[in-house]
């Protein structure tokens, strides 16, 4: 996974910017090659190693909504381990 780089103002840099755009896209082509459903796009970027933080940055989402839902899909997927 890639590792957290930030220029001196704090914001993301430039290669971690095109990661999460590459990301994005993959799954989009993903999803539309082989009819699968819809991943939401903070679920793709934590997937491709991005903190809730760096979402919440890239997709001008708020903070506590993108910690929220990736609270959600990693209480889902214990509950889908513990079956």
């Known amino acids: 996974m890639p590792t957290e780089a930030r220029d001196s103002d704090g914001a993301l840099d430039t290669s971690r910017i095109m990661l999460g755009v590459l990301a994005l896209l993959a799954a989009d082509r993903d999803e539309r ?47 889908g381990r513990a079956r």
């Open 33 to 79: 090659a082989e009819d699968v459903p819809t991943r939401r796009s903070e679920l793709v970027l934590a997937d491709a190693g991005f903190s809730a933080q760096e979402i919440a940055k890239l997709t001008g989402r708020n903070y506590e909504a993108v910690r929220s839902s990736l609270r959600r899909r990693a209480q889902t997927n214990a509950k």
